[in-house]
């Protein structure tokens, strides 16, 4: 079990000065079985309005609205999160209970493949040979070790909108591509999938108090008789490092902050410090 304080800056500078902007910010963790929120805050400046509502997908959205004049906007989220593993696996679903119509019915929406994750055909072939080898988790966990063998992880290879396919064909991109990967390729051979964004304290034998430079990080979970967690760009379980914000099909459903403004930015600064304290 691992307590971090996450501390997510990101600011915003304008050509010229903004009269008006509304945004959206899914920055604060959810509260979970194997995660506790001891504690979380958003500041915004400058603001003129701001509310909280829960999204179709359980996620805390803080919304906002800044009618005012401004060359800059800064968002702020602060946490103190305790996190444990993931608990031991018992009952594990086979392929005839993920093809039965029960849970082809009640996990239909982690199971379509949009625009957004649809495979290439060389990894749905791939994908669906390993389901030919393998239960369905010794499947999920060779999809995602050929996407770490695969792939390279590129900061700026990619951007927020790039679909899967373009991601593998350059062989390079982000977390946000490999979740995206990793999720069309289980799909396609009928495994449930679903996008994690959230955070990683990316060093695993920091000290007690040392603060590090984390990550907005994002993962996969699929279903084999319940939700299991996995992180395919590090290719590894998804453990005590790993901070759940919001779970959904994929990134355009939960991004960590989106907004409309009248005007262009020339410059995005995005800090994330992450400390453990116990």
Known sequence: MSTLKIEHRTRFRYATPIVSSYNEARLTPAWLPRQRVLDSKIEISPLTWRSTYRDYWEAEVAVFEVLQPHDSLTVSSSSIVEVTGQPAREDRASWDTLAGPRFQDLLSEYLGLSPTVEPTEELAAFAKDAAGRLDPD?????????????????????????????????????????????????????????????????????????????????????????????????????????????????????????????GSTTELDVKVAITQTA
Not at 184 to 198: E, Q, T
Not at 204 to 218: F, K, L, Q
Not at 240 to 259: M, Q
Request: hydrophobic share 40%; proline share 6%; aromatic share 12%.
């Open 138 to 262: 010794g499947a999920a966990h060779a999809i995602c070790d050929f996407l770490h063998e695969e792939m390279k992880y590129v900061p700026g290879a990619t951007t927020v909108h790039t679909p899967a396919f373009e991601a593998w064909d350059a062989r390079s991109g982000v977390c946000q591509d490999f979740a995206h990967l990793a999720i069309g390729a289980l799909r396609s051979i009928g495994i449930p999938a679903r996008y994690v964004s959230g955070y990683l304290h990316p060093k695993r034998d920091a000290d007690i108090g040392e603060t590090v430079v984390g990550e907005s990080h994002a993962w996969v979970e699929w279903w084999t008789g319940d939700w299991y967690g996995f992180d395919p760009t590090n290719d590894r379980e998804v453990g005590d490092h790993h901070v759940i914000v919001a779970r959904a099909r994929e990134y355009t459903d939960i991004p960590p902050l989106t907004g409309v403004v009248a």
